[in-house]
């Protein structure tokens, strides 16, 4: 009796798939070049552009806000559909604008050139820190570069340690990775360390942060490394 089946399933049909992979190798080649549009004139003016990416309830828009009061922010927030998130931002104060992806499919991301425009918008608040927050998913975001300077993935401690060895990708392209509600981990029974090493197995640069809303020194320790990414796009910039 065989307890575990492995199968990789191959399409069928060549010319159909040889038509996908060219259609496709032309999105990602097209959002690759508004991307390094979008990331050169923020490295011109000095601002931080971070992609938080993560799923759905990860705590995305509590890490956000919670980060505002230590720069000056503007956000855009992308979501399939409605602006419950944008809307609390504005009733901070913090400069947002939605992009709903319904428009373009109820796609499962953002992408360059949708976005483009709107980062140019936001500019002139004359942001320190602009924060993307994505469409909530561990997977498509991968393949989309927006022009950031770093992209952050934040992971719940509800969401287990398994997920990096299953979707990959979005790990292997982090510059950072934060386990959310980590004040969480005894009640949920998560070993900690067990996802960090799963985190390091796809990518041994990434720095990991323990994070918490309720842990003011956890918020701290996120800020000072942005603040120091910061300091670091300044000198680029004076170059």
Known sequence: MRNFVFEHLHGHGAPQEKRRIEVGKNILDANEKVAREVHELYTKRGVLLVNVVG???SGKTSF?????PHFKVAVLEGDIA???DAKQFARMGVPVIQVNTDIYGSACHLEA???RDKLELLLEYEPEVVFIENVGNLVCPSDFNLGEHERLVLYSVPEGPDK???YP????TATAVAITKVDLAPVMELDVREFEQNVLHINPNVRIFNFSIKVPSTVEEVAHYLNDKRQELAKEKSK
Do not use: Q, R
Request: net charge positive; charged share 10%; no cysteine.
């Open 113 to 115: 050139p949708w976005v």
């Open 164 to 166: 990096p060895m299953k």
């Open 169 to 172: 990708p979005i790990f292997h």
């Open 55 to 57: 799923s759905p309830g």
């Open 64 to 68: 956000i806000k919670s980060l505002t």
């Open 82 to 84: 409605s602006s419950v």
